[in-house]
């Protein structure tokens, strides 16, 4: 008698490793000719990035673990440009630069990480709408998403391409938390990860979460439609509670912006030839094979740029809409349809209409979302077809699918070199920032509103601290100042003042051996301020931007989103007896 018992195998793990490991493979291809020159790129924002993240590290190893003011920049007067710009992509080289200490090549990893998170997240996503077969070939497609390598090389808009890599996980978890709220599963940690995901895609890029926070819910309408009233309007309701509890925990990059936002000329970043309505496309950009580095200008013939879907990708999610047994991807496709359209020239009078969507700019950046509706639905055509047929027929047919993407769109995998070394004209950088006035943004929509006469001589070398009777004082800058907090040990035979060479920007903060003296602070014309100093020996001043004035609300406005989160989990898990018994989960009292 043969005793040996051959158990079952579950092989399901083995090839989502397996394909994981050919996503990261695939990354790493498509981005080698980047990383094999060992420099960087030109692009619309050139080295912009690699600029602001110099500063931000500085600013962060300093303990100003959320820079915002850049106290170089501007000739050496300061700007605020991260009260206002989103620091989610910054973070995440920050990370690698402690792994790979050189900052280009910690921005090659992170673009790689992205690219590989984002194909990760619609492999994993496919596999939850249509079941395993089609989600690898779907998700490398979505890594072949024309408009990505346009943010990254023609644009230089690396936050926008990480908000892209970033939307399928929200959109994942969401997808577990319906499907286990049906089956009356745990539901509380796909919650979780859905808020804080969403939290994070507003730090990656504000545009990407204005469009995506309503397909969520939308998504979540989709996904509950036919579990009956009840579970419908359970998911919709957990949906809005998550992406108000990300809103939370957000709130400490978009509030301050939105507060601050009167105090500078960011209507120069919008208005004339920036409104919205001067950007729309024709249909004929969308599907045009064209590839250029130019930028997006008023007037369809004036644009130098690809604004493209991608024909095949388009075509593909065509096939997946008629070919696919999977009833919710005719609704995907209206979707995908849906938000293709307010881009279009016929809709100008949508954005002329409403002022809100003046600060978007340029409507085409709607295609950061349209690239998952997009892989959405091409996922339904790659499972239809993986399901229907054999390997020896599907391997060569996607073979010839992706040598057809790469052959129409092998432009979009170079970029345009610099011929200098980009890590030396950084060092150039951080001493010719202080002898130039001028910023890192592109129509100067950070500077201060409330400045008269600008200063028209650079600060250069010239110390922060400016004291006009130097002969009656004695200044002494302490071991461990630094360009992020100034400190200084100043002893006067009598009253006098000094003046601070830095623009003043609400949240600046002096203090008096220890005192806060901001409230005794002159601002000048020129943008410059001054503080009293008393007479008396070895006091000890500290200059420095300590943040947006009501930083302190917002920061308890941000624990308060951690909080919720928390809270629903313990108030569902615990109190409400929303535990697991033979692996079936009762619904807390609140939702039943």
Known sequence: MNICHKSHIDFAPLKAVRDIAIIFFFSLLIFSPLYLTDNWYYSHDGIRYLCLFDQFRSAFMEG???PRWLPDNYGGYGYPDFVFYQPGFFYSVLAFSFIFGDVIRSFYASIIFFMFAGGVGVYFLLRRIYGGAGALPGALIFCLTPYMFVNIYVRGDLAEFASMALIPWPLYFLNKLEEKLRNRKDFRIDFAFFSIASGALVYMHPFT??????ALLIFSAIFSFNGGKKHFFKTIFLCGCGLFAGALISSPYWLSAALMKDYVNYKAAVSGEMEAHHHLLSPFQLFSLSWGFGGSASGVEADDMSFQLGFPHFLMACAGLVLSANKKSRVFFVLYICSILPMLSFMSFLWKTLPVLGIIQFPWRILSVIALLQAICVGAFTSWFSGKTSPSIKIPV??????????????????????DPSRDVLIHHRTARKFVLASYSSFNEFFPSYIINPPNIPRGERDILDIPNADAIKVKEMNK????????????????????LQFYFPGMCVKSNYED???KIKI??????????PAGENQFIEIYYAGVPFDVVIGVMALSGLAAVSAAIFYWGRKNKCIINDRNLYYP???T
Do not use: H, N, Q, W
């Open 589 to 591: 009292p609140s939702l």
């Open 398 to 419: 996607y073979c010839g699918i992706f040598f057809l993407l790469i052959f129409l769109y092998k432009d979009m995998f170079f970029m345009r070199e610099t011929e």
């Open 517 to 519: 003296i901001s409230g």
């Open 64 to 66: 100003f673990f959320y």
């Open 524 to 533: 000048l014309d020129d943008g410059t301020f001054t503080f009293p100093i």
């Open 209 to 214: 979460a204005m469009f995506f926070y309503p």
């Open 481 to 500: 100042s630094s360009i992020f907090r100034k400190s200084f040990l100043i002893s006067s035979i009598e009253p006098t003042s000094a003046r601070v």
